[in-house]
């Protein structure tokens, strides 16, 4: 089976900072587009980041361009989510997702097909 166990999520002030994991499993990693979203109350979730395995390639909404950075460790099959500078506005409940076929720099909750079940992050002002 397809799985996906985000963690990492937690209480921080504004300013600081938090990594996300998110492990993979039942897919081939290499095969894959792993991407993170969020979605705050009353919202609709959003595309953050992805990353495309193949090539390590990442890409970003525009909030998080030069604050965010996204990696991945092959060998742990995880996906990371460096986050900086954080901002009351970035609390949400932060989900991974896959995607196996295409979705190459694709932030759009559409082109994914698995999801895991999110890691809340709360920025205090």
């Known amino acids: 089976d397809v799985q996906l166990q985000a963690s990492g999520g937690g209480l921080v002030q504004a300013g600081g900072s938090l990594r996300l994991s998110c492990v993979v499993s039942?897919?081939?990693?290499?095969?894959?587009?792993i991407g993170w979203f969020r979605q705050a109350p009353g919202k609709e979730r959003e595309g953050v980041s992805c990353?495309?395995?193949?090539?390590?390639?990442?890409f970003y909404a525009d909030s998080a361009k030069g604050r965010f950075g996204i990696s991945k460790d092959s060998a742990k099959n995880t996906v990371y989510l460096q986050m900086n500078s954080l901002k009351p506005e970035d609390t949400a409940v932060y989900y991974c997702?896959?995607?196996?076929?295409?979705?190459?720099?694709?932030?759009?909750?559409?082109?994914?097909?698995?999801w895991g079940q999110g890691t809340q992050v709360t920025v205090s002002s």
């Open positions: 039942g897919f081939t990693f290499a095969d894959s587009n």
């Open positions: 997702a896959a995607t196996l076929y295409g979705g190459y720099g694709d932030l759009s909750i559409y082109a994914y097909d698995y």
């Open positions: 990353i495309s395995s193949s090539d390590g390639s990442g």
